[in-house]
Structure formats: C-alpha cells, structure tokens
C-alpha cells in the first residue's frame, strides 16, 4: 500500500514522536509512505475563520499535489483529516471551485477531486484490517486500561465526515482490543479536549482537558490514547495546569495512537519517542511483557 504521507505541522516539529511511531508502524504493515516536502499547513481551523476561501485553497493545494503523483493522502492527525476533507467538500460548490481555480491556476496546480483522505486510524482499521494487526501482536497490552480519545474533527460534522456516530465510535476500542488493550468507555471520548481555544481562554482551555481526563479516570482508565497531536497537547503538555485549574492530580499518561501499535508490535520505547512525553509513560510500559520472538 502506497499513500502520500500528510504528517501535519505538529509531528514534524513539537511532536516528532508521533511521526517517529507513525513510521515504524507502517513499516510493520507495509504501507510504503510517500512524502511530499511541498505540504503546507491544512489551516488547523484558525484559517479557516478568517479566510474560508484561503482555508479551502491551501488544502486543495495539498490534495492536488497528492493527484498529481496518484496516490491517496494519509493523515495523523483528525484536524487535518477534518480540513483537507471540509475543502473536498466546499470544492463541490461551483463558486468556490472557481475562485479556488483561479487561486492555484498561476501557481500550476489544478484540483481534480480524485485523492482521498484517510486517517492513519481508518487505515489501520479497515485497510490493513483488524485481524491482521492482531496476527502482529508480540507484546499484547493485556491489563492496560486505555481510554481513547477521538477529538472533534474525526467524527465531526458528522454528514461531512461520514464514518463513525459522533456520539457512539468504535473503531479506536476495536484496535485498542486486538492490541490486547481493555477499552474504557466515557463520556468525554467524543468531547472537545480545549485546544482551539487554548491560546484565548487558557483557563477554560485547561478545565475542559482536565474534565475530560477525569472523567477517564472516573471509568478507570490508567492511560489515554489520542489520534489527533493537538489534543495530545492539550492532554499530555498541558496536563500540569489542567492539574491546578480542577484542583485534583491527574498523573495520566496520554499516548499517540501509533504509539500504542508499534509497543504492542514490539517497538522499544527509545524508538517511538516515548521520552518525549512530558506525563511520564514509563508505569505503563514498565507492565508490559518483553515481547515475543
């Protein structure tokens, strides 16, 4: 399987150990990841806001680039999946399309609509297949309670997103199962985990992750996995003020979702980035077996 590799602005900077866990993992499954140093940013919704046509012209842009070469574009990260799918969408509109056109036309680049956008998590899931992952498996994560987090623009809106219920997903507790992980199930797995409004409303910001956190907590979950590293942000680098703003400890360990795959394939802690993490993850991996020949 060949895809065009999105990473995002986060893996190839503040969270590069997302994009080192990503790598390792495809490798496993054989998904040969074909990059384009010529991606720019998806908007991350803040364009967006202040410029739609602008926010659909740089995604289009990308999506373009990945046609051009033929190949479909994995992301790893839900806010992308949510942008570089919002200006698919918006691109069926004709005035749109046009001055879009008319944007990428003196730059040699026009959009033709046939590159997909899948997330590294729809990919694992329903491409490679659950079975397979399972057959994969050499350090089960049995005993290990996680609670996934699926953030906002996976799942939502959901009639431009078209996958999972916003309200009932599954998809991430059916990996987290062949991995030999046992699912927690909470309220807040669906919710916003604050990071759009972190640099207005750092207080509200902070509540809304540690709620969410809690709430894990509250169902029994002893880690939290994420698809998204904004909300990775929001849970693992600002767990410490969210700590304060909710007035309780949190002391949870937030892994990216291929992080999780490649310790139950097997990976070393050094070569997923694990270190990187500022919540300390070593309690979780200190009750994993070594894994199997």
């Known amino acids: 399987m060949k895809l065009a590799y999105y990473p995002g602005c986060v893996a190839q900077e503040s969270g590069r150990e997302l994009d080192m866990a990503t790598r390792w993992v495809a490798r496993a499954v054989g998904i040969e990841l074909v990059e384009f140093p010529r991606f720019s940013c998806c908007g991350s919704g803040f364009v967006d806001e202040a410029n739609e046509v602008l926010n659909v012209a740089i995604n289009a842009r990308n999506l373009a680039i990945a046609e051009a070469a033929g190949l479909d574009l994995l992301t790893i990260c839900s806010t992308c999946q949510g942008m570089l799918t919002l200006a698919q969408l918006r691109l069926k509109d004709p005035a749109v399309r046009a001055k879009v056109d008319g944007a990428l036309g003196p730059l040699g680049i026009r959009y033709q609509g ?110 939290m996995a994420t698809p998204c590293p904004l909300c990775h942000i929001s849970l693992d680098a600002y767990q410490g003020p969210a700590a304060k703003l909710v007035g309780q400890p949190l002391d949870m360990p937030v892994f990216h979702l291929p992080q999780l795959v490649a310790l139950a394939f097997g990976a070393g802690p050094e070569e997923i980035g694990l270190s990187r993490h500022l919540v300390p993850t070593e309690p979780i991996v200190a009750r994993l077996p070594p894994p199997s020949r």
């Open 114 to 223: 046939t590159a997909k956008v899948t997330h590294l998590l729809r990919v694992l899931v329903e491409q490679v297949g659950l079975e397979a992952i399972r057959a994969k498996v050499r350090r089960p994560l049995a005993g290990i309670k996680v609670g996934a987090f699926y953030g906002c623009h996976l799942l939502r809106p959901s009639d431009e997103m078209r996958w999972e219920s916003p309200e009932e997903p599954h998809a991430f507790e059916d990996l987290l199962k062949v991995l030999g992980a046992e699912p927690v199930l909470y309220r807040g797995r669906v919710m916003c985990c604050g990071f759009p409004i972190q640099f207005v409303k750092p207080e509200t910001a902070g509540r809304i992750a540690g709620h969410q956190i809690l709430d894990a907590k509250a169902h029994g979950a002893e880690a």
